[in-house]
């Protein structure tokens, strides 16, 4: 084995590096959230990353996607992610998808995946998610950000937690009222990376039943569980 991944030792052993040289993962949304799960992914030694987001670049997204440059404006996202992270590890495969996840679509492209990682900025999408984790028998990463406060949890099959987490008929979640800077999609999505690792090499506790409720403003770190 190379060098590439000698800072990840000793807290991931040659062995450990070799099963997540063997895992895929979908990362579903590509912007402030995903852009930083999808990079640590690479980073970490993951081996293949199924990248979903129908978007494209724009001057808005400046402020805190790691894959948006002013170069890049008009691209999509999906692409503008793979052309990076080919700089981190090009080794990895990267497989791409420039569009919307939806009823007709998801599961053949999450199909194959050890474990998917929200990223998306709409409840009935990640509610989409969820029930195809469910029948796909995959476990899914929930992330959430706005303002200074953020959420995560991990789902698997079968547990149905965003039943608890969100309200059916709502669309979106306070994001689009508390706006997003820079800092609060790159912690977010470190958690979410660290509980998908804690799942694939077996370590830890995971958030399973539980939510994670980060507030930067009072680095205030709280644990709810839900039942």
């Given amino acids: 084995m190379s060098n590439r991944f000698d800072r990840n030792k000793e807290l991931i052993n040659d062995f450990e590096q070799e099963k997540l040289n063997s895992c895929t993962v979908a990362v579903v949304g590509l912007g402030g959230l995903g852009g930083h799960i999808s990079e640590q992914l690479a980073r970490l030694g993951i081996g293949s990353l199924i990248l979903i987001d129908g978007d494209k670049i724009d001057e808005s997204n400046l402020n805190r996607q790691l894959f948006a440059t002013e170069k890049n404006i008009g691209h999509y996202k999906a692409e503008a992610a793979k052309e990076r992270l080919m700089l981190v590890n090009s080794s990895a495969k990267y497989i791409c998808h420039s569009l919307l996840l939806d009823d007709t679509n998801a599961v053949e492209i999450i199909s194959g995946a050890d474990i998917v990682l929200d ?70 999505a470190s958690i979410e990376v660290a509980e998908s690792l804690k799942y694939i090499l077996n370590k830890g506790n995971l958030l399973r039943k539980k939510m994670l409720y980060v507030d930067l403003l009072n680095q205030d770190y709280t644990i709810i569980e839900l039942s």
């Fill in 119 to 188: 990223a998306v900025d709409n409840i009935p999408t990640r509610f989409l998610l969820q029930k195809v984790c469910k029948k796909l028998n995959i476990p899914l990463v929930h992330g959430s950000i706005g303002g200074w406060y953020g959420q995560v949890s991990f789902i698997a099959p079968g547990d149905d937690t965003l039943n608890l987490i969100y309200q059916r008929e709502a669309t979106h979640g306070i994001e689009k009222k508390l706006g997003n800077p820079a800092f609060i999609p790159a912690t977010i």
